[in-house]
């Protein structure tokens, strides 16, 4: 059996220790070793998006980080994305775009999503649609996820 | 431009709109919980061993080291299963139908495609048990497989089943085959049809093996408890389904096993058989532990259920009007392993648009060493009506007619009688072409690089068993249960239905999906039932409460049920203005007059509205590379009555999509020996945002009689007009026919080199 390590990281603003082997991707510490089952697995290859995370202010699918990786790093996924005041504007303009029909790669697009409107405020839907091309929606052919997006974005 | 019409003829107050769904915001902050997400004290990982052959004979298993490994807990192969131990003779009739259930789950004496299971490890993690599977030895026999549906059906082809003898219209066959089926229907005189016709073309198509790719894997959690129950936490669209077939490969009383479906990431029809459930059971019977399984994406592709690939001859005879005179088809897909292709949706979709007086169809269900295929949304007619439409616009080309007015002139109506014999009640295919002809997207000019293609689809459409109970809550909030899996919207729709039938506010609805013991017997949410025949059971539950609520007001005002009546969420005196309660005031007076008020229904229906979309799609081919871009689609729709537009909206666009992929892109593509080379994401490429424009949509709604809304059902027919439409665009574009899916740039270039048309 492998041994375990200890890992120090920020985790939606607050400091955390976790124990993982150096074989666990941090996809799995998230799920498995932390409970957080906001990120998805949708394929465990880096293909489809569904376990995007910020890391260090990039996006990352964190299949393909390891969960030692995250040693000293800042991490955000979905659980960190509102606030008690409320849902970010990227939540509630999903909400109500009906951007989301089954939900399993909503988290991934939203923090995709987040990510380019914290770079380019002023994305439009070119820009959108290159940028959210790493993360799979099988149900919406991506028309009301761009259109959420696009409302929230200061483009005119 | 325009973007989304609804095209509404009735207006109501909550049915229509487009209210926030219940269970959105958990979706938007990662609370939901999905399969995958279910984590009990003590869970155990399973993973699954699966054959690397796609067709052997299995002579023997040893899992002793597997067993030995450090951090196993049980090891398991279909010995473990109660088929193991039943006889032949004790089964009797129902010896193949369990042998194939429970083989399809775990192999017993051969595997017929790569992936096929034939052991699994429970282990303290995953990581465990995928060390532990490696140290199982399995000794084949390997066997010539078979991955072709037309080299299947060869004499002399390799045989999956030595027992399997071709039904021919009830008739069995002598010998084995791997024509599991063989099904005809026709109408009218067929020689006579064709006979009158000025012009006959007939042709062959076919397509290639394609998967729904949903984004979660298949999942499931297992707790076989001391006290015999078994409970199952999966990502399923049809908890009873899956309680059946465990309870049948198992030999257990259906009560004995409870189903809670967690949220389902897509299904799209692939998410109604049961892969993962009676292995975790038996693992976790083993080891008294709860057990999870998770398959990769890979053990997706190679071992669940994609759709099957077809072979198709199609002939059609036309007056030099345009008016149809005879249709005839012949089509063969493959089921995979064991029987069950979904050609005969195939055969009786393929000319359900036109009003034809002449047919014949024939449909052939074919075993072969691929997965067992399972339904990918309208299963059959995506790929009958590439071959029918790709034609009809061939047709339209010779007769240089417009394709919309050659539908208009075919178009089926009410009483248009499908080949088989259906009759279609009130439909609304008339009305979708009328809306593409008049769309300011047909009527626009496409720039000189550009084709242009349209299509129809057809799906007919389900409704099937649903239950509902909803109870009154003494604030006047209804809670209320359904056994309805929600893929993407159904709590909404219900709630909808629901609060307008009960004339009260959206938000005064709390849907919940419960699990099998807390619910009548619901089928799946596919088949575009869902909103139909759940819906249905809603309104008749709500019905139930209103005269619930009658009768607490009687008593209250001391008076006869029949004075009172429900108008709008207001319970009142039909003579005396004076009494009169609103739902919540009356909610609030149900503690003291008898107690909560509970509305249950449980229905089947038989009027459900069949279902029509038109799709145009514009399309440039770049001619150095044959890439195509799509650059402008419109989908048309005949909704019947949309409950949510935007969720109506996101059926349309979402099936247009999944179309275009596997008009372009999708293909399993197998070697000789029946492995699928592209088993990822990376190589099976689905469309991404940056392959599409926006989907423009234009919901028709022509009220299906058979539901007091008006609603039909929307899921299924989205997808069936993209792929000839593509294709039909793309002809226009180069010049070239193209008559084989995907229409892959390597298809697109080899046609133009042979054509002198590039």
């Given amino acids: 059996m492998p041994g375990v390590t200890q890992v120090q990281t920020t985790l939606n603003g607050e400091v955390i220790n976790f124990l993982c082997e150096p074989r666990q991707s941090l996809l799995e510490v998230l799920r498995d070793v932390l409970g957080m089952t906001g990120t998805k697995e949708g394929c465990n290859d880096g293909n489809c998006g569904a376990c995007t995370i910020i890391l260090d202010g990039i996006i990352v699918d964190s299949c393909l980080v390891l969960g030692v990786e995250a040693e000293g790093k800042d991490i955000m996924t979905i659980e960190g994305m509102a606030s008690p005041e409320g849902l970010h504007p990227l939540q509630q303009s999903f909400l109500e775009n009906a951007a989301l029909q ?6 991934g697009f939203l923090l995709a999503s987040k ?38 974005s200061k483009a005119k | 431009m325009t973007s989304n019409q609804v095209l509404s003829e009735v207006e109501y107050d909550v049915v229509g709109k487009r209210p926030v769904r219940p269970d ?35 002579k023997s298993i040893d899992t002793s080291k597997a067993e030995a490994f450090p951090g196993v807990r049980a090891v398991i192969t279909a010995k473990d299963l109660p088929f193991a131990s039943l006889s032949k003779e004790e089964l009797g009739g129902e010896y193949t139908s369990l042998k194939f259930a429970s083989d399809h789950m775990m192999a017993s004496d051969k595997t017929l495609f790569k992936g096929h299971p034939v052991a699994a490890v429970a282990a303290v993690n995953a990581h465990v048990a995928e060390s532990a599977m490696a140290l199982i030895e399995v000794d084949y026999e390997v066997l010539k497989p078979v991955v072709d549906v037309r080299e299947a059906m060869q004499d002399g082809a390799p045989l999956l089943h030595e027992d399997l003898r071709t039904n021919d219209m009830g008739e069995t066959g002598d010998k084995p085959s791997n024509i599991a089926t063989h099904m005809s229907y026709s109408t009218g005189d067929l020689e006579k049809g064709f006979a009158e016709a000025d012009l006959v073309m007939e042709k062959e198509y076919t397509t290639s093996t394609v998967h729904q790719g949903y984004i979660e894997p298949h999942n499931t959690t297992a707790f076989w408890n001391s006290d015999g129950q078994l409970d199952l936490w999966t990502s399923t669209q049809g908890s009873f389904q899956v309680r059946g077939t465990v309870a049948t490969i198992l030999r257990l009383p259906v009560s004995q096993v409870k189903v809670t479906p967690m949220e389902i990431g897509g299904g799209f029809g692939g998410k109604i058989t049961a892969y993962l459930d009676a292995i975790c059971a038996v693992l976790s019977k083993k080891t008294g532990a709860p057990v999870k399984a998770l398959m990769t994406r890979t053990e997706v592709f190679e071992a669940s259920g994609p759709a099957p690939a077809s072979w198709m001859r199609v002939k059609i005879g036309v007056k030099n009007n345009g008016k149809m005179t005879a249709v005839e088809t012949e089509m063969a897909m493959d089921a995979g392993a064991y029987p069950g292709s979904p050609v005969m949706q195939a055969i009786v979709c393929a000319f359900a648009c036109y009003d034809v007086e002449n047919g014949k169809v024939d449909g052939y269900d074919v075993v072969d060493n691929k997965p067992k295929t399972a339904a990918y949304r309208a299963p059959g007619s995506p790929q009958a009506a590439f071959a029918v439409e790709s034609l009809i616009d061939e047709i339209c080309g010779e007769l240089k007619m417009d394709p919309i007015e050659f539908r208009l002139l075919n178009a089926a109506k009410e009483g248009t009688r499908r080949i088989e014999g259906l009759v279609a009640r009130r439909i609304g295919l008339i009305e979708c072409l009328e809306a593409a002809r008049d769309h300011d997207h047909y009527k626009s000019k496409l720039d000189g690089s550009g084709g242009r293609g349209v299509a129809c689809g057809y799906w007919p459409n389900r409704g099937f068993q649903s239950s509902v109970v909803m109870t009154v809550n003494y604030d006047g909030v209804v809670s209320l249960l359904m056994g309805s899996v929600d893929i993407g919207g159904t709590r909404a729709s219900i709630a909808q239905q629901t609060a307008e039938t009960l004339g009260i506010a959206y938000e005064d609805v709390k849907p919940t999906v419960v699990d099998t013991d807390s619910i009548g017997y619901t089928f799946i949410t596919g088949g575009s039932r869902t909103c139909f025949a759940t819906g ?13 609520m009658i009768s607490r007001a009687a008593k209250i005002w001391d008076t006869n049920e029949d004075d009172i009546e429900y108008v709008a969420g207001v319970v009142q005196h039909k003579s005396d203005e004076e009494l009169k309660l609103t739902f919540k005031d009356l909610a609030r007076q149900l503690a003291t007059t008898g107690g909560s008020v509970s509305g249950r229904a449980s229905v089947d229906p ?10 145009i799609a514009d399309v440039t081919v770049d001619p150095d590379t044959g890439k195509t871009d799509v650059t402008r689609f419109t989908a048309v729709q005949d909704a019947g009555k949309a409950v949510h537009p935007s969720y109506v909206e996101g059926q349309m666009q979402g099936g247009a999509v999944q179309g275009i992929g596997w008009a372009l892109n999708e293909e399993y593509f197998f070697d000789d020996s029946g492995k699928m080379m592209n088993p990822t994401f990376l190589d099976y490429r689905m469309p991404t945002s940056l392959d599409l424009p926006m989907i423009d949509t234009v919901i028709v709604e022509v009220a299906n009689p058979g539901h007091p809304y008006g609603v039909r059902g929307v899921g299924e027919a989205a997808i069936v007009p993209p ?20 229409i892959t740039p390597g298809k697109i270039l080899e046609a133009g080199w042979e054509n002198g048309k590039s």
């Fill in chain 2, 536 to 548: 249905l059971a809603a309104i008749n539950a709500a019905e139930d409460v209103k005269s619930q």
């Fill in chain 2, 24 to 58: 959105g915001v958990d979706k938007v902050t990662g609370r939901a919980r999905y399969g995958d997400d279910t984590n009990l004290t003590g869970t155990l990982r399973a993973r699954v061993l699966r054959s690397p052959h796609a067709h052997a004979r299995i």
């Fill in chain 2, 606 to 615: 038989s009027g459900e509205g069949n279902g029509h979309a038109v799709h």
């Fill in chain 1, 102 to 107: 089954c939900g399993i790669c909503t988290p």
């Fill in chain 1, 115 to 152: 990510s380019l409107l914290d770079q380019e405020p002023e994305a439009d839907e070119g820009r959108i649609r290159h940028w959210l091309a790493g993360n799979l929606c099988r149900c919406t052919g991506y028309d009301k996820i761009v259109r959420a997006v696009m409302q929230v």
């Fill in chain 2, 723 to 742: 792929m000839a439409a593509i294709g039909n665009a793309v002809s226009a574009a180069t010049g070239n026919r193209m008559r084989s899916l995907p």
